[in-house]
């Protein structure tokens, strides 16, 4: 689901825009990771660090707690509903060095919650006073990679209060990532397609002579990896944790983001169910559980239990197949699948060079599953590279009446990758990170179905997306989930569908060619009909550099490449906060810039807190009307209307429509209708910080 840019299209460049996924259970530990590997410091280190660096001397007293970087009040009733505080590096007392703020796509505090975090070197650390109490802590945290890639291991050292030590193993194994889409894990290498347009020479670099010398590694990125630990016993609110990089450490620098701790219960146990040990599952990970949890699935479904997996890690390095199957963990902190990324040997029918570990439901070709409903176990996989083609995702396939709620994921391709058609599904407070590409995507003809409460981090494309490839998705919610720091692409994306609805969801920090919520009609989508629901949403420092237009974009973006954008969308109640260039934009192709339009968009009930640039950006024709949108602290004229780009005497090809009640100065009389004020790029003014309103 990514666009290309081809030699064809530079032309388009020069003015404006061109184009761009049941025996008795047993506990036992997850196993470490293995040894500590030594490396050098990473070649790409001055790449990453931000200008702006200082160290951090005193931290308040009382621990800050945040949520994606803010005060919690200023996001009360929105994103997940989880059993975590998250608290900022930059908030907590250290003798290493503040890095940040930065915004900059390619740098560590770009990536980093809050776009701030801290650096430490070898003996420096970083302390965090606990809020409540607490048996369990993650996180997250980037460490140099190998300099010839693939990444490092190195040692953190955890400590409450002075004691209790434990040492972590960091990796930057599945971290790094460099060149142009579906990018490399090899931080020299050359261009991968030299026949793109690329922004660094504004030239297709394979058609330029002579040829641009064009700097190693090419757009290092996807830094931050993060890691969970469950403490030796339960600590009190106002305990300290301090992590400390070790002197002789194998990284010459690691970076802390953030800190979450929580409150873990005791393990789930399920007597009355067919639990895998009994089928020969080994909870140690040492040997290759697949074949026991296929044959404790098959004795379940033929006497009705459910399936019990007790405390444990097991090794499972390919699909499992469920239908009309219950599976329940311990607990995520206790229950660990666990899987290799293994090649085939050749290519699957569906296109894949690997299988790694997953649950997948039978394809609908094949009429889908029903009736599975997992819970409760972490998934870890091994994916390090991105290849669309495979299968490598944590959950897959078809599967209707059906529930996922309380799993961890991370490490695979994609969390979930639903590929229907298929109905009456609900994805419920789950925590997905670390993913190479989406976290959840309802891909073709998924209806009436619910991902709701859902943390989600550090994904390496679209963090939630319905794309109505082929069949429309329709009667979707995705409703209160978190979204943190997707490094490409955007927090939420629809392209196409009906009746969908995007409501209550906290979105914060996306880092380049995407933003907070997108509204497109590209990737071959069905088109937009009936009503879409945009409600109550609220976006943080959203609105990236989109790299091959090399221009900002908005907070919300409406996208109208492959066909018009005319269904009733209704954006309401949202509140749009600290806008890195504008709030609102409603954009083509110049390629297609004659032929489609988007129409009917109505905003009611918004706030926008701070914008780098405009509240609204026109670069379509087309139309919107605006009630009730309050704005302030604008960085440039209230609408950038450069409608398409047609410049007629009787004014832009976009026109606004004021229904009253919009406050700040934003729209002002002369504005409307139809003023043309196109500025194609124009100054940034970093916006305040945002406050109550």
Not at 446 to 475: C, H, P, Y
Not at 584 to 602: F, G, P, Q
Not at 613 to 636: I, L
Request: charged residues 20%.
């Amino acid at each position: 689901m990514r666009r290309t840019l081809t030699a064809a299209t530079v032309a388009a460049l020069t003015l404006s825009l061109t184009g761009p996924v049941a025996a008795s259970p047993i506990a036992a530990e997850s196993a470490a990771e293995s040894a500590t590997e030594s490396a050098t410091e990473s070649a790409t280190e001055s790449a990453t660090e931000s200008a702006t660096e200082s160290t951090a001397g005193s931290a308040p007293t009382a621990p800050v707690v945040t949520r994606a970087g803010l005060d919690p009040a200023l996001v009360a009733g929105r994103g997940a509903r989880v059993a975590f505080a998250e608290q900022e590096a930059e908030n907590a007392t250290t003798n290493g060095t503040v890095i940040g703020p930065g915004r900059d796509a390619y740098t560590l505090p770009a990536e980093a919650s809050g776009r701030r975090a801290v650096r430490l070197e070898p003996g420096r650390h970083v302390e965090f006073t606990l809020p409540a109490r607490a048996n369990a802590i993650t996180v997250r945290y980037s460490i140099p990679d190998a300099p010839g890639g693939g990444g490092i291991t190195a040692p953190l050292d955890v400590t409450v209060n002075g004691r209790d030590r434990t040492t972590m193993t960091l990796t930057s194994q599945y971290a790094w990532l460099y060149n142009q889409y579906p990018f490399s894990n090899d931080p020299g290498a050359g261009l991968l397609h030299p026949d793109w347009w690329i922004t660094e020479c504004s030239c297709v670099p394979a058609a330029t002579t002579p040829p641009p010398v064009i700097p190693k590694p090419f757009r290092p990125s996807h830094f931050y990896d993060e890691q969970r630990l469950l403490l030796k016993r339960t600590y009190r609110a106002g305990d300290k944790v301090r992590l400390t990089a070790p002197a002789g450490s194998a990284a010459a620098w690691t970076v802390i983001d953030l800190l979450d701790s929580e409150l873990v219960g005791p393990p789930r146990i399920e007597l009355l169910a067919a639990n895998v040990l009994a089928f020969g599952a080994d909870p140690t990970g040492r040997r290759d559980a697949a074949g026991a949890f296929d044959r404790a699935i098959a004795f379940a479904k033929r006497k009705r239990l459910k399936v019990y997996v007790p405390p444990g890690t097991y090794q499972i390095n390919r699909h499992i197949i469920v239908d009309d199957v219950t599976i329940t963990g311990a607990g995520s902190w206790y229950t660990i699948i666990k899987g290799r990324e293994t090649a085939l040997p050749g290519p699957a029918p569906d296109g894949s060079t690997h299988t790694g570990v997953g649950f997948y439901g039978r394809d609908a070709a094949d009429g889908g599953s029903r009736n599975v409903h997992l819970s409760g176990f972490a998934i870890e996989g091994d994916v390090r590279e991105r290849i669309d083609t495979d299968q490598v995702n944590g959950i897959g396939g078809a599967m209707s009446d059906s529930t996922i709620d309380g799993l961890h994921l991370r490490h695979t391709k994609v969390g979930m990758w639903f590929d229907g058609p298929m109905s009456n599904v609900r994805i419920t407070n789950n925590v997905i990170v670390d993913q190479i590409a989406d976290a959840i995507n309802f891909h073709t003809g998924v209806t009436n179905s619910l991902v709701a409460d859902n943390f989600l981090r550090n994904t390496g494309d679209d963090a939630l997306a319905m794309w109505s490839e082929k069949i429309q998705n329709t009667g979707n919610t995705f409703a209160r989930n978190t979204v943190q720091s997707p490094v490409l692409a955007n927090g939420i994306a629809v392209y196409g569908g009906g009746d969908n609805t995007i409501s209550g969801n906290l979105i914060a920090d996306p880092v380049r060619e995407g933003s907070a919520l997108q509204v497109g009609s590209r990737f071959g989508a069905e088109p937009f009909t009936g009503r879409l629901d945009i409600t109550g949403n609220t976006t943080v420092r959203s609105g990236t550099y989109e790299l091959n237009w090399n221009i900002g974009l908005g907070a919300i973006w409406f996208y109208a490449l492959e066909r018009d954008i005319a269904a009733d969308v209704r954006v309401t109640g949202n509140d749009f906060l600290d806008n890195t260039y504008n709030a609102i934009m409603l954009v083509s192709e110049w390629s297609v810039k004659d032929l489609y339009a988007i129409t009917n968009v109505r905003f009611k009930d918004i706030r926008v807190d701070g914008t780098g640039t405009s509240v609204v950006s026109a670069r379509v024709k087309g139309s919107a009307t605006f009630e009730n949108v309050d704005a302030r602290n604008v960085g440039a004229v209230g609408v950038n209307n450069c409608g398409s780009f047609g410049f007629p005497a009787t004014g832009s090809e976009f026109s606004l429509t004021d229904r009253g009640g919009n406050d700040g100065g934003w729209l002002a009389p002369w504005l409307l209708p139809n003023t043309i004020t196109c500025d194609d790029r124009p100054p940034v003014v970093p916006p305040p910080a945002p406050s109550p309103w």
